[in-house]
């Protein structure tokens, strides 16, 4: 199956499961100028963290993964991106999706979530809105010897690839967006709403 979509030019991309000189060149370009600047170990020790998480994603079926880091508003501001895949039984998308929305509100009984149901142009899809203290400061970097946990927001969106567009399609397209700042949520729904339009599904192998 092939995927399609399209992602804002300010994302830029960590490409899942590298080799390690694949992964050493990825590090080093997206370092740019910041190399010159680090020991021999401080980039050998990136380099390492880049080539894991490379792995670390591919081993989860994320075809797909990036990161954005900038300004809104003249706010520092960022957030992860991640386009999966995962093996999925069912005999009609939109059934299958009915049932990811009943199972992921079971599971999110308090107020802190959200689970809708969203037509895209590329089938049915269940979005999720979660906002937890998912991230602490370790209390050792703290000036009170505490750990501070950090808000995070995260859209999730569960899409059944329809069998119409893909024959004996039995996968689930899960795109994932999370962000510790918080205050640029809605702008961000603007974006990701914006990315799942795009959105679609050919057969083939090949993923863009």
């Known amino acids: 199956m092939r995927v399609v979509f399209e992602v804002p030019p300010f994302f830029q991309e960590i490409t899942p499961g590298l080799d390690p ?3 050493h060149t990825a590090a080093i370009t997206r370092l740019g100028a910041r190399a010159a600047a680090l020991s021999e170990q401080e980039l050998d020790e990136t380099v390492t963290t880049y080539r894991l998480a490379s792995q670390t994603l591919a081993d ?8 954005c880091l900038g300004t809104i508003n003249g706010d520092g501001s960022m957030g992860t991106l991640t386009l999966a895949r995962q093996p999925l039984t069912y ?8 049932g990811i929305a009943e199972i992921m509100t079971s599971r999110r009984p ?3 979530s959200t689970v809708e149901m969203l037509g895209l142009p590329c089938g049915e899809a269940v979005l999720v809105f979660d906002r937890t203290a998912a ?9 009170y010897g505490a750990d501070i946990p950090i808000d995070v ?7 059944p690839v329809p069998q119409q567009t893909v024959p004996g399609a039995q996968e689930l397209v899960v795109v994932t967006f999370g962000t510790p700042s918080t205050d640029h949520w809605a702008d961000y729904c ?19």
């Open 21 to 23: 000189d694949a992964a």
């Open 91 to 98: 005999r009609d998308a939109r059934i299958a999706a009915e």
């Open 135 to 143: 991230l602490r400061i370790p209390a050792e970097l703290t000036e």
């Open 153 to 159: 927001a995260q859209l999730q969106a569960f899409v």
């Open 60 to 67: 989860t079926g994320v075809f797909y993964a990036a990161t």
């Open 110 to 112: 308090g107020g802190t």
């Open 190 to 208: 603007e974006i990701m709403a914006a990315l799942l339009r795009t959105l679609r599904f050919t057969p083939g192998d090949s993923l863009s």
